[in-house]
């Protein structure tokens, strides 16, 4: 078939492929030193107290409580519109050749316009659009297709049979949907976090429900996520991830129109244009899945966390050979293995980061609205929600 209906902002526009898998997914330790990990830990909420929403615009008052159980049944199953998603993450400038505007990793900065489409979970397909260049994510079944228009080349992944709605081999950036941003809030519920609704807004057009979350814990950089709640289909529209330290959403992704009809078929079809270099990725064995994914040989042991909710810190250990190349970089060094393929330099990020010291040790840190990182010059990582300072004290009682 042809490139892609329906991806481009011009369907005459000829498209070319590429794979979009990122570096977190060839390194998957990185994302313990990105906003990719900060998703999980900066949306720890829960219920605690809750009030009624009004009844602005018509909408029947609801309370917290009943909006959480509304949001976990959803009615309705496809859907198609448009998102933009922002993120101000206080994050350095990305090195030239970090992914280009039309790359799904270059979501952890600045502001970006994304196609969706969906017939239930096993039938999406999420464009990314820039200037003049296009990245898509299709699935289809098992099938599931990453392409880019920057160098002509498409990644194939099969999903293993067993459990295959829980199982994908997207970026692990930030959540590019609202339900992406929802499922992580839904899925990290405990007792630090206080909920409550503020009402009723609309977004792209539709009426819906608010939901605020809001941490009981005082050390953490969130101040607060919103939530905003389809009022007929309870789909998640919008989500917004406030920093302590600004006013806008440091994090907010929406959409801005959408439509509830179900998909044109053909939208999840996908096969590479001609001349197009394909990289096939298979399944793994039953003997594989039932050994599970273990560690491998010289990588580090699995993480530590320290402090629970809003607060916790993660600290892991990076394999040796990311290690050294880490240490390569803090002395100014190439950084060894740290420099990937595909143009984006790892290596070139850490060294724009600032150092730091104290009675952990020494590395570098990046201190950002929502979350703060330390890399330290013998290999581990900690990450939190959280100052630098908290890290540097969850370092030292390690």
């Known amino acids: 078939m042809a490139p892609m209906p329906g991806a481009s902002v011009a369907e005459s526009r000829e498209t070319r492929h590429h794979g979009g898998v990122s570096i977190f997914d060839r390194r998957p330790h990185l994302r313990w030193a990105v906003p990719a990990a900060a998703g999980a830990l900066i949306l720890a909420g829960t219920v605690a107290g809750t009030v009624g929403a009004s009844a602005d615009a018509g909408l029947p008052p609801k309370t917290a409580e009943a909006l ?33 505007s039309a790359e799904l990793s270059s979501l952890v900065s600045g502001s970006h316009t994304l196609r969706v489409w969906s017939d239930g979970p096993e039938r999406t397909r999420l464009a990314m659009i820039g200037t003049a260049q296009e990245s898509d994510v299709v699935r289809n079944g098992r099938d599931v297709w990453m392409w880019s228009s920057t160098n002509d080349t498409a990644d194939h992944y099969v999903l293993p049979e067993r459990d295959t709605s829980a199982v994908s081999p997207l970026p692990a950036d930030l959540p590019r949907t609202p ?11 405990d007792g630090t976090t206080g909920v409550s609704t503020s009402g ?23 101040a607060r996520v919103v939530m ?28 801005t129109s959408v439509d509830f009809s179900t998909p044109e078929a053909r939208l999840f079809e ?3 244009p001609p001349g197009a270099t394909v990289t096939e990725h298979a399944a793994p064995s039953k003997e594989a899945m039932a050994a599970g994914s273990g560690t491998k040989p010289g990588a580090g042991a699995s993480p530590t966390v320290v402090g629970s909710g809003w607060s916790q810190v993660v600290i892991a250990a990076m394999p040796v050979d990311e290690a050294a190349g880490l240490a390569g970089a803090t002395v100014g060094g190439n950084g060894g293995e ?24 020494s590395g570098r840190v990046l201190n950002g609205t929502l979350f703060s990182a330390i ?11 959280v100052t630098p300072q908290t890290l540097g004290a969850a370092l030292a009682a390690q």
Request: no cysteine.
């Open 338 to 361: 740290m420099a990937s393929s595909g143009g984006l330099d790892a290596a070139a990020l850490l060294e724009s980061l600032p150092r730091t010291s104290g009675t952990w040790g």
């Open 270 to 272: 996908f096969t590479p």
């Open 375 to 385: 890399l330290t010059d013998d290999g581990r990582i900690a990450i939190g929600a």
């Open 200 to 222: 009723v807004d609309q977004v792209a057009g539709r009426p819906v429900y608010e939901l605020i979350l809001t941490p009981k814990q005082t050390d953490t950089l969130v």
């Open 228 to 255: 905003a709640m389809d009022a007929e289909t309870r789909i998640p529209l919008r989500v917004q991830v406030f920093s302590t330290a600004m006013s806008d959403p440091a994090y907010e992704v929406g959409f």
């Open 68 to 100: 959480l159980v509304e949001l976990q049944a959803p009615q309705a199953t496809a859907l198609s519109g448009t998102i933009v998603a922002t993120a101000d993450l206080g994050l350095p400038e990305l090195p030239t050749g970090m992914g280009s």
């Open 179 to 189: 339900q992406e941003a929802a499922a992580l809030v839904l899925a990290s519920l």
